[in-house]
């Protein structure tokens, strides 16, 4: 009786061994850029040990992409995964290329068809996400008039298609999912109504489906957060806005709302909510989101959710001035760095909300601003990266002229950061510049 009693002990501590690994084996890597703006959202890496800056002198490589397109580029291990299209043939590319050089791996080809866009936009806007399984990205198919989500391997496999379904917006569809522990999330909120989903990873099939009937003024082109509950370490939220729904979290599991702020957008939502004391080592969190407000100051706002019941969360504070409407700000967890479409920067008291400096950059931005240690990567319309020391108060260490060429009319691609690199897509051509 002993022992099988050890047997069985000693295999049970074999299985939970096993466990460990798988999960730590399956987490994106402090390497790895695996959505828009990187793990979290955060658009935060450790560092990026570039001593040339962003010039020709620090460029590993640069290769021409199969079409133009706004989408970032997401890094798994040595892949790199963007999408570009060809709307003369109607078609949008997902490319995978290899990290070390660039060379390309793989193309997969999907029917987009005629479809009109914002002139802002374009039918390869939508950022893919990436886990160590699968790669998928959005995309719109205009003859049947249906959102589509598609699933690839790493190595190209077709694995699965998802229809979102019918979709109404003034500027095109674009709409970035997120993948957590196998699961792929994404907001389906515009103005006949829509719903949040998550979808199985390994069949292609939803998991839960939340839907808010309700059609919305304006489309939401956020990218979901996915926040770890702080009462109870063990389980997730979804958290997206929207005009029609504020701010909201979900819990991860099954999709029942657990929290919300409504009312508070009345315009077109693209700033993603982000949790500004990640990384802190403060108790609880305070999450951010923004609209656009016509006709004045953009609407950016700072909430605290509600915990362990149901309810309206709390209402924190309001950035007076200088809010983004595009660009996602970028939090280490204690300083709050907020970057306005203007080029206005501000350094904020995430808890209170206060501007501690504020500096004005030449130029407008979209792309959202990443950072790498003490230093702050804000990527211009015009294709100018701006290097910038925030340990203190800020000082330029460089700006840098990625030289867009005549046919690209503006750089609006946020950056990616991995391996040790800094990956630029610049139209129609991604270039990478490393360090040591």
């Not at 047997?7 to 690994?21: D, E, P």
């Not at 040990?49 to 133009?68: F, I």
């Not at 953009?298 to 595009?326: I, K, S, T």
Request: with cysteine; net charge neutral.
């Amino acid at each position: 009786m002993a022992d099988s009693s050890f047997r069985f002990l000693k295999g049970i501590l074999i299985l939970f061994s096993t466990v460990v690994l798988l999960i730590g084996s399956v987490d994106a890597g402090e390497d790895d850029w695996p959505r828009f703006r990187g793990s979290g959202g955060a658009g935060i890496a450790s560092s990026f040990d570039c001593p040339g800056g962003v010039d020709k002198t620090a460029r590993a490589w640069s290769v021409a992409l199969r079409g133009p397109g706004t989408s970032s580029p997401v890094v798994w291990g040595q892949r790199i995964f963007v999408t570009s299209e060809d709307r003369l043939g109607g078609v949008v590319h997902l490319q995978c290329l290899r990290v070390d050089d660039g060379s390309a791996l793989w193309k997969r080809t999907v029917e987009v068809g005629p479809y009109r866009t914002h002139k802002m936009n374009n039918t390869a806007a939508a950022t893919p996400a990436v886990d160590q399984d699968m790669v998928v990205f959005s995309w719109y198919q205009s003859s049947r008039k249906v959102a589509v989500l598609s699933a690839y391997s790493h190595k190209g496999k077709h694995l699965w298609d998802y229809e979102i379904g019918s979709f109404k917006g003034a500027h095109g569809l674009n709409l970035m999912p997120v993948i957590h522990d196998g699961s792929v999330i994404f907001a389906h909120l515009h103005q006949l109504g829509g719903y949040v989903a998550s979808i199985n990873g390994a069949t292609g099939h939803p998991d839960w489906k939340t839907p808010y009937p309700s059609p919305s003024p304006k489309t939401t082109y956020m990218t979901p957060l996915i926040r770890r509950q702080d009462e109870d370490p063990s389980r997730f939220e979804v958290v997206v806005s929207s005009t029609s729904t504020g701010v909201c979290g979900l819990d991860l599991e099954n999709g029942k709302e657990v929290w919300s702020l409504p009312g508070i957008f009345k315009e077109r939502c693209i700033v993603s909510p982000l949790n500004i004391l990640a990384g802190s080592g403060a108790p609880g969190s305070i999450i951010t989101a923004g609209c656009k407000k016509e006709g004045g100051n953009n609407v950016f706002v700072a909430l605290r959710p509600l915990e362990g019941g149901e309810g309206r969360a709390e209402l924190l504070w309001q950035l007076e001035q200088d809010a983004p409407y595009v660009p996602t700000p970028v939090s280490n967890g204690k300083t709050l760095f907020v970057l306005s479409d203007r080029g206005m920067i501000q350094a904020v008291d995430p808890q209170t909300g206060e501007a501690q400096w504020a500096k004005k950059l030449q130029g407008n931005f979209y792309a959202s601003p990443l950072l790498a240690g003490t230093t702050m990567l804000c990527l211009s319309r015009d294709g100018e990266m701006y290097s910038i020391d925030v340990s203190g108060k800020p000082k330029i260490l460089g700006v840098y002229d990625l030289e867009p060429g005549d046919e690209v009319t503006w750089v609006d691609s946020s950056p990616a950061l991995g391996r040790n690199s800094l990956f630029l897509r610049v139209g129609a051509r991604l270039d990478c510049y490393r360090g040591k």
